[in-house]
C-alpha cells in the first residue's frame, strides 16, 4: 500500500508499510473558552479512532480564541509532528477561524510532508493511493483544497457575523441606558451625577445640558435618574 503526500509542486509517494512503524496519528481540538467544553470533539475523533482501528498517540487541546494561531498545545503540537504523521481535526473552525491564517497552516503541513484530515470533510479521509491514476489523485487534491477554502471562509464570516451582532447589540444596550448592568463602568459615580443634577436642575433643557456636560446620552440619563432613584 501507497500513501501519497502533497508537498509545494511535487507528489511524493511513500510506500505505507515503511512509514506505519513510524508515523504517529494526533488529534487536536479547540473551543474559544469560557462555557464551552472539549468533550465533544474529543469523542468525535476518538470514536473515529476506534472504529477504523487506528492508534491516536495523542489529542492536543486549547481553550483559546481561533483568531490567531499562538495556543500552547497547539504549538506544541505543530512541533512534535514529523513527516508522515498524521493530524486529525474534527472541522475546519477548530483549526482558526481566519481564512488566511487557516490556509497558511495547511499549507505549510503539507510542505512538511504531514498529512491532514478533517471530520467534517469526507474526502480528507480518503487514502490517494487506492486510485491508480495520478489525475484521479490530483483531482481528488484540488477537490480538498476547494472544500478547505469553502469551509475556512464560511468560519471567518460566520466570525464576522457574531462580532457584527455583537456590536450592534452593545450599541442598542448603549441606547436603552443597560450597558452599564453588564460590566461597563459607570461613567458618573452617584456622587458625580448628583453634583451635576443639583448644578443644571430647574433650568430650561437642563436634561440636554447635563447630558452635555457628563457626555452621556438621554437614554442613559434617564437610567442614572432611575437607579439613584433616592437623590
Same mark, same amino acid.
Given at each position: 500500500m501507497w500513501l501519497l503526500l502533497y508537498g509545494n509542486d511535487n507528489h511524493?509517494?511513500? !510506500?505505507?508499510?515503511?512509514?506505519?512503524?513510524?508515523?504517529?496519528?494526533?488529534?487536536?481540538?479547540?473551543?474559544?473558552?469560557?462555557?464551552?467544553?472539549?468533550?465533544?470533539? &474529543? &469523542?468525535?475523533? /476518538?470514536?473515529y479512532c476506534k472504529e477504523h482501528k487506528l492508534s491516536l498517540k495523542r489529542i492536543y487541546c486549547d481553550k483559546a480564541t481561533g483568531k490567531n494561531f499562538d495556543r500552547a498545545e497547539y504549538m506544541r503540537m505543530k512541533r512534535r509532528v514529523k513527516q508522515g504523521d498524521i493530524i486529525i481535526f474534527t472541522e475546519v473552525d477548530r483549526i482558526g477561524r481566519d481564512r488566511e491564517e487557516i490556509l497558511r497552516e495547511l499549507r505549510y503541513f503539507r510542505e512538511k510532508k504531514i498529512i491532514i484530515w478533517i471530520l467534517e470533510i469526507p474526502t480528507t479521509l480518503i487514502d490517494p493511493s487506492k486510485y491508480e491514476s495520478q489525475m484521479v489523485s490530483l483531482i481528488m487534491e484540488m477537490v480538498n483544497q476547494i472544500l &478547505? !477554502?469553502?469551509?475556512?471562509?464560511?468560519?471567518?464570516?460566520? /466570525? !464576522?457575523?457574531?462580532?457584527?451582532?455583537?456590536?450592534?447589540? &452593545?450599541?442598542?444596550?448603549?441606547?436603552?441606558?443597560?450597558?452599564?448592568?453588564?460590566g461597563r463602568t459607570r461613567k458618573l459615580k452617584q456622587e458625580e451625577f448628583l453634583?451635576?443634577?443639583?448644578?443644571?436642575?430647574?433650568?430650561?433643557?437642563?436634561?440636554?445640558?447635563?447630558?452635555?456636560?457628563a457626555k452621556i446620552s438621554i437614554t442613559t440619563l434617564k437610567r442614572y435618574m432611575k437607579d439613584y432613584k433616592d437623590f
Open positions: 511524493v509517494k511513500i !510506500e505505507y508499510s515503511k512509514l506505519k512503524s513510524s508515523m504517529y496519528i494526533f488529534g487536536y481540538h479547540r473551543v474559544s473558552g469560557i462555557g464551552q467544553h472539549l468533550d465533544r470533539g &474529543i &469523542i468525535q475523533i /476518538t470514536e &478547505i !477554502e469553502v469551509f475556512s471562509a464560511v468560519a471567518q464570516w460566520e /466570525t !464576522e457575523k457574531r462580532a457584527k451582532r455583537q456590536r450592534e447589540g &452593545i450599541e442598542a444596550m448603549k441606547e436603552r441606558g443597560e450597558w452599564e448592568k453588564y453634583l451635576l443634577y443639583e448644578k443644571y436642575k430647574g433650568q430650561p433643557e437642563w436634561e440636554s445640558s447635563l447630558c452635555e456636560e
